[in-house]
């Protein structure tokens, strides 16, 4: 199985600030990499897939970035909605996996 | 707009098998374009993808699970369902149903998940 980690596991931040999350998979996946945002008690949604592309709806102050093992989330100016956890998710190869998360909090 | 709903039994007892559907509105399960899948989470925990089937039956299985999961798709109901044999505590977590639309694996609509935990 290809392992997914993400750096920093939590994140505190205030709003305005610009935020990076890192995910590294433990081989190449090319671009297929997705970012999803998960609300206490929902469902995650998806922001991000083939590593840069937005997902349609989503604002533009989310980016992504990276080929191969290294990845890179950015939000350009924080906002209070944003504050949630991230996961990175890599769908090169079977089975799909999930990095453990970043919680961004506020400062 | 593509919607899910998973529905099932929110208390299973060790050993016991877990059901659950996933009942698809606004889309088709005999789409070529998406693919249906599972994926569970554990109280406080992270995102593990149980597996996923095409229209066509085809199903892919994380080897973790492979040997306790079977996951079907009824087309005429609009559904396709997760079943997990001899279940323990372990498998206490929220369950998922989604689609992977466009690419395989992106996984771009969501239930809203339903808890089922294991406990006798």
């Known amino acids: 199985d290809i392992q997914m980690t993400q750096s920093p596991s939590t994140l505190s931040a205030s709003v305005g600030d610009r935020v990076t999350i890192t995910c590294r998979a433990s081989q190449s996946i090319g671009t297929w990499l997705a970012w999803y945002q998960q609300k206490p008690g929902k469902a995650p949604n998806l922001l991000i897939y083939r590593a840069s592309s937005s997902e349609s709806g989503v604002p533009s102050r989310f980016s992504g970035s990276g080929s191969g093992t290294e990845f890179t989330l950015t939000i350009s100016s924080l906002q209070p909605d944003d504050f949630a956890t991230y996961y990175c998710?890599?769908?090169?190869?079977?089975?799909?996996?999930f990095g453990q998360g970043t919680k961004v909090e506020i400062k | 707009q593509l919607q899910l709903q998973e529905s099932g039994p929110g208390l299973v007892k060790p050993s016991e098998p877990l059901s659950l559907t996933c009942t698809v509105s606004?889309?088709?399960?005999?789409?070529?374009?998406?693919?249906w899948g599972w994926i569970r989470q554990p109280p406080g925990k992270g995102l593990e993808w149980i597996g996923s089937i095409y229209y066509s039956g085809s199903t892919y299985y994380n080897p973790s699970l492979k040997s306790r999961v079977t996951i079907s798709i009824d087309t005429s109901k609009n559904q396709f369902s997760l079943k997990l044999s001899s279940v323990t505590a372990a498998d206490t977590a929220v369950y998922y149903c989604a689609t992977e639309v466009g690419d395989s694996g992106k996984m771009g609509y969501w239930g809203q998940g339903t808890l089922v935990t294991v406990s006798s």
């Open positions: 606004g889309g088709s399960t005999s789409s070529s374009s998406h693919y």
């Open positions: 998710q890599q769908y090169t190869n079977y089975p799909w996996t």
